[in-house]
């Protein structure tokens, strides 16, 4: 597996005199949304994957793959949720830094699970690379959020791209089709892991660009101020809804589930949004009616058919969730916007049922 070498930062760039900020790319849109608030008032980092794609088997354009091979830092989650990536990631520059999110120390981790065939919610695998980092310094200071202009167009094309081969690539896969051990990815969704990310953004970044590295730390600083913040405000939103069980297109979310005390009783697909065989439907359905489910949340990106079937004549309704934000402009508020919608998913919930 491709792994960072975090323990040299900048190692191949610390010695360059940056005249400018050092060209970044990211996977996907919340990682590239850290990533711009810790470059706000120096740069943009480039955005690999379209937010209206999936990043679970998402095809790479040529303009996407030039902007990879030209990047001087390259931010991702892991193979674990990008497995495609591995061989356009090797091809990367010997100058160019990787940088794994997931391998990041402080970043809290857990397990792939299977609610729908096992109700234990806590795993004992489960782990963190450290304790929650819950003391950081205060500022009162917060910088501006910068503004991104909607590639409306290049997200229609690619909309379109991956509605045309989204049902085939799933068609081709089964429930015994895929390894669904080890970590699940979707570890942004946890903002205690954002605000450690954040930091290593920061600190990589300065290494790479010496001369911009104060900005980098200011801006850090305060976007760890605003995640404390945001998790203030998310926990007061979601008073009530701790008591509620619901179903949700693919097991995404987890990291947002447990930081927030929230319990599902399974998902249509497993974490890798691969498609289920019939036998996954049918206890999928036994576990709508045995937990009385009211709620099941689909997700723009895929077609709503599978979350029809698994709630047939059992009353529940379907409302929306999107762990990546397809609706939201890709920027540096992108992150921030992200969790915030979550939580209204799961109020129009509670409002509904």
């Known amino acids: 597996m491709l792994r960072s070498a975090l323990c040299v930062i900048g190692a191949g760039l610390a010695g360059q005199v940056a005249a400018e900020a050092p060209i970044v790319a990211t996977d996907i849109a919340p990682v590239h949304s850290l990533v711009a608030r810790v470059m706000v008032g120096v740069g943009e980092p480039d955005l690999i994957i379209p937010p209206v794609a999936s990043p679970h088997n998402h095809a790479m354009r040529p303009s996407e793959a030039r902007a990879l091979q030209s990047a001087h830092v390259v931010f991702w989650v892991g193979e674990e949720l990008t497995p495609w990536m591995v061989k356009p990631l090797s091809a990367l520059s010997g100058d160019a830094q990787l940088v794994t999110l997931l391998d990041v120390d402080g970043t809290v981790l857990h397990d792939f699970r299977d609610v729908a065939e096992d109700d234990h919610h806590d795993h004992d695998d489960d782990h963190a690379k450290h304790d929650d980092h819950s003391e950081h310094a205060d500022h009162d200071d917060h ?144 576990k709508v009616t045995e937990d009385q489910i009211v709620c099941a949340f689909a997700e723009p990106q895929y077609d709503t058919r599978l979350v029809k079937t698994a709630i047939e004549r059992t009353g529940a309704t379907i409302y929306e969730l999107d762990p990546i934000g397809v609706a939201i402009n890709p920027g540096a508020d992108q992150y921030t916007r992200l969790l915030r919608a979550l939580v209204d998913g799961y109020q129009a919930c509670a409002q509904g049922s």
């Open 143 to 286: 910088s501006s959020h910068v503004d991104h202009d909607d590639h409306a167009e290049d997200k229609h094309d690619d909309h379109a791209d991956y509605e045309e081969h989204a049902e085939k690539d799933h068609a081709g896969h089964d429930d015994h089709g895929h390894d669904h051990d080890g970590i699940d990815p979707h570890a942004w969704l946890d903002p205690e892991n954002a605000r450690v990310w954040v930091q290593v953004i920061a600190e990589t970044l300065a290494a790479a660009d010496p001369d911009n590295a104060q900005q980098y730390r200011d801006n850090a600083q305060a976007a760890d101020v605003e995640l404390v913040e945001l998790q203030a405000e998310l926990i007061a939103d979601l008073n009530g809804m701790q008591a509620r069980r619901f179903i949700t297109f693919h097991d995404a979310y987890q990291y947002f589930e447990k930081r927030f005390g929230l319990e599902t009783s399974g998902s249509v697909s497993l974490g890798d949004a691969s498609a289920p065989g019939p036998a996954r439907l049918a206890a999928v359905q036994n």
